[in-house]
């Protein structure tokens, strides 16, 4: 079945930088669009980016435009999230989503498949 396995979140001070990845198998990666999520506490989860299946096309949540970066190697059939400039505003659970075909879409319920979060938590 299709898994999702991400990693790289951790404890870091506002302006510093993460990256994220999230690695997939039991699944044509290179066909599936990708996107991040996040869940803050208290918060309803919340779109951050999403990739097309080239990498091609990007979309991101105005909140981390320009501080995040989108993207994919389907050779290694991972997609990362690249975060600069961190605020303590971004703390929250990551999520890597993949679906099985369509667009990529900032919707979460587009996205059929999810990893288990990552723990990223910006100190001020």
């Known amino acids: 079945q299709v898994q999702l396995v991400e990693a790289g979140g951790g404890l870091v001070k506002a302006g510093d930088s993460l990256r994220l990845s999230c690695a997939a198998s039991?699944?044509?990666?290179?066909?599936?669009?990708m996107g991040w999520f996040r869940h803050a506490p208290g918060k309803e989860r919340e779109f951050v980016a999403s990739i097309s299946v080239s990498g091609g096309s990007t979309y991101y949540a105005d909140s981390v435009k320009g501080r995040f970066t989108i993207s994919r190697d389907n050779a290694k059939n991972t997609v990362y999230l690249q975060m600069n400039n961190l605020m303590p505003e971004d703390t929250a659970v990551y999520y890597c989503a993949g679906r099985s075909g369509g667009l990529y879409s900032t919707r979460a319920a587009n996205y059929g498949y999810w990893g288990q979060g990552t723990q990223v938590t910006v100190s001020s």
């Open positions: 039991g699944c044509t990666f290179s066909s599936y669009p």
